[in-house]
């Protein structure tokens, strides 16, 4: 049983930093993909980045791209998101979620993903 904790969400000014980080309990398999999505209020989840946790292959949102690092630490089984440059529009309720199989193809469809922390707030000041 996989089971996340997502913490380190905050609020900041525009142009600011934030670093999210995901403890995962339980085995990370090789081909799993562990990620962020986020939901700003009245929108739909969406797809912000995720890391295959074998080889360390990231896929990111077009919205986030340049900005965003997604990282995993493989010993501590942890996952970590440094998100820089923040705007208000980065405002949201961000999710770490697993999925067992990453895809390279449907590695942003939400349903491929099985485990969900319980969210952390992150909200952007103009």
């Known amino acids: 049983q996989v089971s996340l904790a997502d913490s380190g969400g905050g609020s900041v000014q525009a142009g600011g930093s934030l670093r999210l980080t995901c403890t995962i309990s339980?085995?990370?398999?090789?081909?799993?993909?562990v990620g962020w999505f986020r939901q700003a209020p009245g929108a739909e989840r969406e797809f912000v980045a995720v890391?295959?946790?074998?080889?360390?292959?990231?896929y990111y949102g077009d919205s986030v791209k340049g900005r965003f690092t997604i990282s995993r630490d493989t010993t501590r089984n942890m996952l970590s998101l440094q998100m820089n440059s923040l705007q208000p529009e980065d405002t949201a309720v961000y999710y770490c979620?697993?999925?067992?199989?990453?895809?390279?193809?449907?590695?942003?469809?939400?349903?491929?993903?099985?485990?969900w922390g319980q969210g952390t707030q992150v909200t952007v000041s103009s």
């Open positions: 979620a697993r999925t067992p199989f990453l895809s390279s193809t449907y590695y942003y469809v939400l349903k491929n993903y099985a485990n």
């Open positions: 339980g085995r990370a398999y090789d081909s799993s993909g």
């Open positions: 890391i295959r946790w074998g080889d360390g292959t990231t």
